[in-house]
């Protein structure tokens, strides 16, 4: 089989002379997938169609089996070129594709029917919450998700809790859409810990940390306020939040109810991708007190560096912490403070959450994704060419 796969959601920066992947969780899963497809599938062939430089590393590939198209990276014709899928479109003619996968959110509204394609899609914020994100991003859910998932072979979610939701809201029924969960990379492990990191960062000998982009859906500045009342308790504990700035980042320190904590908060806007394991393992605890997500990396990432987490008990949060993270009410910073303290204090809780996040870490590990993601193109792959044959009896 011949697979495409379009990378347009893979963003890229430079980040001490190294190509990194440049923005959250969607470039992150384009990324892991396709590396972790080239690790276990020695059959099949792969166009990647992206855009711009594209130099990460999974674009080179030694096995002969990955095929690179890049197009110009120009804001306005890429737009229209991507909403009209005309760059997948010719790809698909021009390769001779069996299948085009979208792994950001979900497209192919406009491709041609005759092209099978699988969609990933990773929550439907937008549509849930439409007040966390930019007007031009919710108008262009509402006029283009149920067309694309309408004309979608199958899709792909994260979790069970967005597949509740797209099933809910009609986009697909059971049988066309399959929660696939994500995973940790293997440089997410315990122990890691070097004097580098140390003189690169100057933060709290002792801290909480939260990864993900600076934005209101985050609701990182519940976190200011968990971490001033655990202060008021005799806590004396920092706050590190990693994350790239995002739409209608306002700093909390900016409130003069939390001046005092400036000593105490960090935000690491270009922290090396590199460094994030550390991150984790330096951390007394994740708190990740997100409204909404479709999956949560950070948690995974976590539990895998042997890092006990306390998050939000909404959408998929409890599905993907399991037994091993505490939950609490994403709108009661008491309620964070509270688990937290509980966490750091109790010992012996701590320590069955550790081991606790380390079985389910796990469980949930980019090469089960790739092997499951794969399954679906076979399939898919396999129905439209049940369905184009002639009826011999016929």
């Known amino acids: 089989m011949r697979i495409g796969i379009y990378t347009d959601g893979l963003e890229e920066c430079v980040i001490d002379g190294e190509v990194s992947i440049a923005n959250g969780g969607v470039g992150v899963y384009i990324y892991n997938l ?12 792969y166009v990647l169609i992206g855009r711009g430089r594209c130099a990460l590393d999974i674009y080179r590939s030694g096995n002969g089996r990955i095929r690179t198209i890049s197009f110009p990276s120009i804001r306005v014709i890429s737009f229209v070129l991507r909403t009209l899928d005309l760059e997948v479109r010719r790809a698909a003619n021009t390769q001779g594709l069996d299948l085009v996968h979208y792994p950001n959110q979900f497209g192919g509204a406009f491709l041609p029917r005759i092209v099978p394609r699988v969609v990933t899609l990773h929550d439907l914020t937008p549509l849930l919450f439409p007040r966390f994100h930019r007007a031009r991003t919710v108008i262009g859910y509402r006029l283009l998700i149920g067309r694309a998932l309408a004309r979608a072979d199958h899709v792909i979610v994260d979790s069970n809790a967005t597949l509740a939701d797209v099933i809910r809201h009609g986009f697909a029924g059971e049988g066309r859409v399959t929660a696939i969960p994500l995973g940790a ?6 122990g890691i810990r070097t004097d580098e990191f140390s003189r690169r960062y100057d933060l709290p000998p002792r801290f ?5 982009v600076l934005e209101p859906r985050k609701n990182h500045a519940l976190l200011y306020e968990a971490i001033r009342r655990m202060h008021e308790q005799g806590e004396r504990i920092g706050l590190v939040v990693v994350g790239r700035d ?8 900016e409130n003069p109810a939390f001046a005092h904590l400036r000593p105490w908060v960090r935000i690491c806007r270009n922290a090396s991708d590199a460094d994030l394991p550390e991150f984790y393992n330096r951390a007394e605890a994740l708190a990740y007190p997100s409204f909404y997500e479709g999956f949560g990396l950070p948690i995974v990432e976590a539990m895998a560096c042997g890092t006990p987490t306390v998050v939000s008990q909404v959408s998929s949060l409890p599905e993907v912490g399991g037994n091993a993270s505490l939950l609490a009410d994403p709108h009661d910073a008491s309620d964070f403070a509270a688990k937290l303290m509980q966490l750091i204090r109790d010992a012996k ?8 996040g380390l079985d389910q870490a ?5 090469r089960r994704t ?4 794969i399954a679906i193109y076979e399939k898919v792959i396999s129905e439209s060419r049940a369905h184009s044959t002639p009826n011999r009896a016929g």
Request: aromatic letters at 8%.
């Open 362 to 366: 796990r469980k949930l590990s980019w």
């Open 185 to 190: 990379d293997t440089r997410f492990r315990p």
């Open 208 to 212: 909480i940390l939260s990864v993900g």
């Open 370 to 373: 790739a092997e499951r993601t």
């Open 246 to 253: 995002g739409w209608r980042w306002k700093d909390p320190l």
């Open 349 to 356: 809780l701590r320590d069955r959450l550790v081991a606790a």
């Open 34 to 45: 396709i590396k972790h497809i080239q690790l276990v599938d020695s059959v099949n062939e």
